[in-house]
């Protein structure tokens, strides 16, 4: 299995704050890399497919680079709805893996 | 626009089979472009994903599945295409298979999931 590695795992930020959170992949998979949000109680989201494809409805202040093992999301300025959980998810070959996720607070 | 709705028992005896269903509101499930995925949640942890199917009536690949191998002696997906509806199977669960279930919809190409459904809570007790 690929194995999905998250940092940091938690993070605080204000509002206004560029976020930054860093997924690596243990084999390269291409840009086969995708994001989610999820609020406590909710589905996850998709925000970001591909690496770097902003899913529609999604604002634009989130952002996604890279390929081949390592990937980025950027919060360009925080928002209070962004405080949330934020998953990379690999979809380059099955099983399908998750990161551990990280925790944005304030 | 798609939605999906799960649905089945929130309590399931150990050694037991977990079923629940998935309904699929405006699409159909059966598409060459997307799949039908399960992925879990167990409380206060990560996502992992038990699997999906695709079903189209189109190519000779209808019905095929993939599981997770972790889960794959127990794990079952199939699809009702008169119900617009797919289901999960899991049997001989332990309290270890407690987990928010949800149901995706899985682009086949490129393997991100959207939308998922709200999911639902499977407790695992006697």
């Known amino acids: 299995d690929i194995q999905m590695t998250q940092s940091p795992s938690s993070l605080s930020a204000s509002v206004g704050d560029r976020v930054t959170i860093t997924c690596r992949a243990s084999?390269?998979?291409?840009?086969?890399l995708n994001w989610y949000q999820q609020k406590p109680g909710k589905a996850p989201k998709l925000l970001i497919y591909t690496a770097s494809n902003l899913q529609s409805g999604v604002p634009s202040r989130f952002s996604g680079s890279g390929s081949g093992t390592d990937f980025t999301l950027t919060i360009s300025t925080l928002q209070p709805e962004d405080f949330a959980y934020y998953y990379c998810?690999?979809?380059?070959?099955?099983?399908?893996?998750f990161g551990g996720g990280t925790r944005v607070e304030i | 626009q798609v939605q999906l709705q799960e649905s089945g028992p929130g309590l399931v005896k150990p050694s037991e089979t977990l079923s629940l269903t998935c309904t699929v509101s405006g699409g159909s499930v059966s598409s060459d472009t997307y799949y039908w995925s399960w992925i879990r949640q167990p409380p206060g942890k990560g996502l992992e994903w038990i699997g999906y199917i695709h079903y189209s009536g189109s190519t000779a690949y209808s019905g095929n599945t993939d599981y997770n191998p972790s889960l794959k002696s127990r794990v079952t997906i199939s699809v009702d295409t008169s119900r617009k509806q797919f289901s999960l199977h899991l049997s001989s669960v332990t309290a270890a298979d407690t987990a928010v279930y949800y149901c995706?919809?899985?682009?086949?190409?490129?393997?991100?999931?959207?939308?998922w459904g709200q999911g639902t809570l499977v407790t695992v007790s006697s």
């Open positions: 084999q390269t998979i291409s840009s086969y």
């Open positions: 995706a919809r899985v682009q086949r190409m490129t393997g991100w999931c959207d939308p």
């Open positions: 998810q690999q979809t380059s070959t099955t099983p399908l893996t």
